[in-house]
Nanobody
Framework: QVQLVESGGGLVETGGSLRLSCVAS????????MAWFRQAPGKERELVAA????????YYANVVKGRFTMSRDNAKNTVYLQMNSLKPEDTAVYYC????????????????WGQGTQVTVSS
């Protein structure tokens, strides 16, 4: 059993920055992975970034590559999503997710989810 607690969402101006945090509690990961997803109004949920917990290896969606950075703090069981140069198109509910296996790019396999945090970028 894994619980995820997110924080850091809010309202920012175009070009601004925001950092999301996700704290995981419960079972320790062994070869697991964590990810950030987002869902904008009227659109499907999409994978933004993911990290294999062990190696680590990080993936970014092309639309955020160069602007977003996913990182981790092993001592705090926490992952972050640093979002820079934000655009109105980044407006969405952002979700933290986790899995216990290492198939971090298989999006259907994430079993544990946070409640989501709203990110709004004004134009």
């Amino acid at each position: 059993q894994v619980q995820l607690v997110e924080s850091g969402g809010g309202l920012v101006e175009t070009g601004g920055s925001l950092r999301l945090s996700c704290v995981a509690s419960g079972r320790s990961f062994s070869g697991g992975a964590m990810a950030w997803f987002r869902q904008a109004p009227g659109k499907e949920r999409e994978l933004v970034a993911a990290i294999d917990w062990t190696r680590p290896t990080t993936y970014y969606a092309n639309v955020v590559k160069g602007r977003f950075t996913m990182s981790r703090d092993n001592a705090k069981n926490t992952v972050y999503l640093q979002m820079n140069s934000l655009k109105p198109e980044d407006t969405a509910v952002y979700y933290c997710a986790a899995r216990l296996d290492s198939l971090y790019l298989v999006v259907s396999g994430y079993r544990y989810w946070g409640q989501g945090t709203q990110v709004t970028v004004s134009s």
